[in-house]
C-alpha cells in the first residue's frame, strides 16, 4: 500500500484545475477576438492579443515549473 500525502495531491490537483481555467480563459479569448473581427473592431481585437499573448506565456511557464517540480519528486 502506498504512502499517501494529501498536501502534494492537493497541490497537483489545483494545478490542474488551474491550468484547465487557463485553458478555457485562451478559448474565451479566441471567441472574443473572432467576435471583434467580425464586428470590424481591430484596435480591440489587438487588446484581446496581447491578453491571449499573456495567457498563453502563463501557461508555458506553468508547464515549465511542472516539469520542473516533477523531476524533483
Do not use: C, W
Amino acid at each position: 500500500m502506498g504512502i499517501k500525502f494529501p498536501a502534494r495531491d492537493r497541490l497537483n490537483k489545483n494545478k490542474e484545475d488551474f491550468k484547465i481555467g487557463l485553458e478555457e480563459q485562451l478559448r474565451l479569448v479566441g471567441e472574443i477576438k473572432s467576435d471583434l473581427v467580425r464586428m470590424q473592431k481591430y484596435e480591440l481585437t489587438a487588446k484581446y492579443r496581447e491578453i491571449e499573448k499573456l495567457i498563453e506565456k502563463s501557461m508555458s511557464e506553468l508547464n515549465n515549473i511542472t516539469e520542473s517540480t516533477t523531476h524533483n519528486n
